[in-house]
């Protein structure tokens, strides 16, 4: 038997324990999470030469992997088809599946697996909101956006395999076909090809395979599971009504899909694209403007684009994906209210409506507060970037075409290059790396932030003063 003093000093330990777990804020923990699973990609990267990958990775190398791999961005400062081994592709690939789901949403579904009902602390620090989906509970909504996501890579492997076998062997298309189905809906963009899908250019069955595993995984779940609900309602012929960020979802991404289509496609018609059939330029500028916005796979080199088409797909890289996807950027819905605020106010009208629907304006209010705070972030990364580069003993100044584009797909978690990722310096990686990382966690992390009130607030407020504004 313990003796008494040590029996005290056991429960306190305890009972601190337990405070501080009550005390860590949803954000908090999802940073947390997120920056110990980068620091054990990192580890393993490091520690595991010869079996993970080829040759030797620095520190700094392995730190960039592992962030782009769970931060779902797709930029190497290796080539994966050479250097990394069967064994480095797996790891490299479980990476990218955890970063995607989120740490919290597994950890959610082995409580439920288990029979545990969640407590209420642990219900607050699921990832996924549930306001879309008041009906669901926090384990049903895990349950339904891993089985979800299972069910559309299994699917997306299948497809792959089929439009694989006849050309890589019917064995040798079993991992590609996996690996590239796990990437494209998480928006991760690796792959086990050299030169990504440059390959398959004259190839629309496979690129269209990806580009809708792409548009999944960036919809976001909630909007998956209104849509099946909404489907299922039809089917029964029962009243069912589609919420208003659904609405703004769909509009927004088809709007975005096809104005970059055929943006891209006619400014590098006879650029990159040339020599193609009509057909295959449509593909590929579809493909173009589905992985501009969340993926990072790549069937030109972007190092040959017009400037015209690295601005336009530098804008669609910042807009990103859709709430509670695996995609980033300041998402699909801030972009939309945004524009729709700009409207109501040029009109002279104090609200923001949409489907006769008025939004209330704290949500406005984040929208813009979000669109700031990126574009600062944005910015400054830009800035370090072109000055690490642009320094060092024997450096040739940087393009700034290059840095700027590095920048923004690293910050929006796409995984699109100009080419220069393995020519970064150290402090460059290191920067990269912190913009992946801020670009994945930062911005939801604002989000909540902004969302929460403040408490203890009071209707308090100073006198109004009016400032010119334009």
Not at 101 to 114: D, V, Y
Not at 194 to 213: K, N, R, T
Not at 376 to 389: D, N, R
Not at 432 to 461: D, I, K, N, P, Y
Request: hydrophobic fraction near 50%; charge should be positive; aromatic fraction near 8%.
């Amino acid at each position: 038997m313990d003796h008494p003093k040590l029996q005290q000093s056991k429960t306190a330990r305890r009972i601190a324990a337990r405070g501080l777990w009550q005390r860590i804020t949803p954000p908090q923990l999802f940073v947390a999470s997120f920056a110990g699973l980068i620091l054990a990609g990192t580890i393993g990267f490091r520690m595991l030469p010869g079996i993970l990958y080829n040759g030797s990775l620095s520190w700094v190398d392995s730190l960039f992997m592992a962030t782009s791999a769970v931060c779902v961005t797709g930029l190497s400062v290796i080539t994966t088809a050479h250097r990394l081994t069967i064994a480095g592709e797996i790891f490299l690939l479980l990476l990218v599946q955890l970063g995607a789901l989120g740490i919290l949403t597994f950890t959610s579904l082995i409580i439920a697996a288990f029979g545990r009902r969640l407590s209420l602390h642990q219900e607050s620090l699921v990832i996924v909101r549930t306001d879309s989906a008041p009906h669901l509970s926090p384990r049903e909504l895990t349950r339904s956006i891993v089985r979800y996501t299972v069910i559309s890579e299994v699917c997306g492997a299948v497809l792959l395999y089929l439009l694989w076998g006849p050309k890589l062997g019917w064995r040798d298309a079993v991992w590609p076909a996996v690996f590239h189905s796990v990437s494209a809906f998480c928006n991760a963009g690796f792959s086990t090809f050299s030169d990504s899908l440059c390959s398959f250019q004259q190839q629309p069955e496979i690129l269209l395979v990806v580009s809708g595993l792409i548009i999944l995984g960036g919809l976001g779940f909630l909007t998956h599971h209104e849509l099946l609900t909404r489907f299922r309602a039809v089917r029964t012929r029962t009243a069912f009504r589609m919420s208003l960020q659904t609405r703004i979802v769909l509009v927004t991404t088809a709007i975005l899909l096809v104005t970059g289509t055929l943006l891209l496609t006619a400014m590098e018609w006879d650029r990159t694209l040339a020599g193609m059939s009509t057909r295959d330029r449509l593909v590929n500028g579809l493909f173009m403007s589905v992985t501009s916005r969340t993926a990072g796979f790549n069937t030109i080199d972007y190092g040959d684009a017009s400037d015209s088409s690295v601005l336009v797909t530098m804008l669609l890289m910042s807009i990103g994906g859709s709430p509670g996807s695996t995609a980033g950027g300041l998402k699909t819905t801030t972009f939309a209210l945004i524009l729709m605020m700009a409207w109501s106010r040029l009109k002279g009208d104090e609200h923001t409506t949409a489907w006769y629907r008025t939004i209330p304006h704290q949500t406005a209010s984040r929208a813009v507060g979000l669109f700031t705070a990126g574009i600062a972030v944005a910015f400054t990364g830009m800035l370090l970037l072109t000055v690490s580069e642009s320094m060092g003993p024997g450096s040739e100044p940087a393009l700034l075409r290059d840095c700027v584009f590095e920048a923004v797909s690293a910050l929006n978690t796409v995984g699109l290059s100009t080419g220069i990722t393995s020519e970064l310096s150290s402090a460059g990686r290191i920067i990269t790396a912190l913009l992946m990382f801020l670009g994945r966690v930062g911005m939801l992390t604002l989000a909540a932030a902004l969302t929460v009130r403040r408490q203890g607030s009071v209707g308090f407020r100073y006198a109004n003063e009016d400032v010119v504004v334009g």
